[in-house]
Each structure stands twice: as structure tokens, then as C-alpha cells.
């Protein structure tokens, strides 16, 4: 058993920056990819971001490359998204979730998910 949990969601105007962290614990060495995810009000959950635990090898979604980056300390377990030029569609509850055999933004391929974390971007 894996367990994520998140933090660092809030509030920010459009144009700021946060940072969410996502802390893994139980059988952390098992994973093989840590993923991001958020979904909005009446949307589908979306994948943001993910990144290999071995190695760091991520992708990102189009709509958020070139200003989120996400990025891991394998000694802390933990990872980490960094948030730069947000806008009001950004706003959504973030997820983090952990793969076990690969590295997709595909939700359905994740086994173990946190309980999020919301993020709202707003005048």
C-alpha cells in the first residue's frame, strides 16, 4: 500500500505562481511513476504532469508546458509541481497518484491516489 498526500493548493491571482508537493509513505520503492492531475467542476480529471522515479524522464500536457515543471526528491519521497504564469482555467483540485509499471498521463493507469488539493486562480 501506497499513501499520497498533497499540499500547497490555495488561492493566487492570474499571472502568480504555487507550489504543490505531493508526500509518498508505505511501499513508496515499488513505484514507478509519480503523476499529477487535476480536474475542474464538471470536467473530466485530466492528467498535468508525471515523472520517473528512477531516472526523472516527465511529460506534461500541452497546455501547461513551459510553465509548470514537475520534479522529485527521491530521498524525501516526495514531488513536486511548480506552478509559474497561472490562469483562471488552472483552477481545479490537484491530484497527485502513483504507477507502478509506467509513465503516462493516463488517469486510469494510476493505482494509488491522494485526496487533493484545491487550486483556485482569480482576480
Known amino acids: 500500500q501506497v499513501q499520497l498526500v498533497e499540499s500547497g493548493g490555495g488561492w493566487v491571482q492570474p499571472g502568480g505562481s504555487l507550489r504543490l508537493s505531493c508526500a509518498a509513505s508505505g511501499s513508496s520503492m515499488d513505484l514507478y511513476a509519480i503523476g499529477w492531475f487535476r480536474q475542474a467542476p464538471g470536467k473530466e480529471r485530466e492528467g498535468v504532469a508525471c515523472?520517473?522515479?528512477?531516472?526523472?524522464?516527465?511529460y506534461y500536457a500541452d497546455s501547461v508546458k513551459g510553465r509548470f515543471t514537475i520534479s522529485r526528491d527521491n530521498a524525501k519521497n516526495t514531488v513536486y509541481l511548480q506552478m509559474n504564469a497561472l490562469k483562471p482555467e488552472d483552477t481545479a483540485v490537484y491530484y497527485c497518484?502513483?504507477?507502478?509499471?509506467?509513465?503516462?498521463?493516463?488517469?486510469?493507469?494510476?493505482?494509488?491516489w491522494g485526496q487533493g488539493t484545491q487550486v483556485t486562480v482569480s482576480l
Open positions: 497518484a502513483a504507477d507502478l509499471f509506467r509513465l503516462s498521463l493516463a488517469p486510469e493507469n494510476y493505482v494509488y
Open positions: 515523472i520517473k522515479k528512477s531516472d526523472g524522464m516527465t
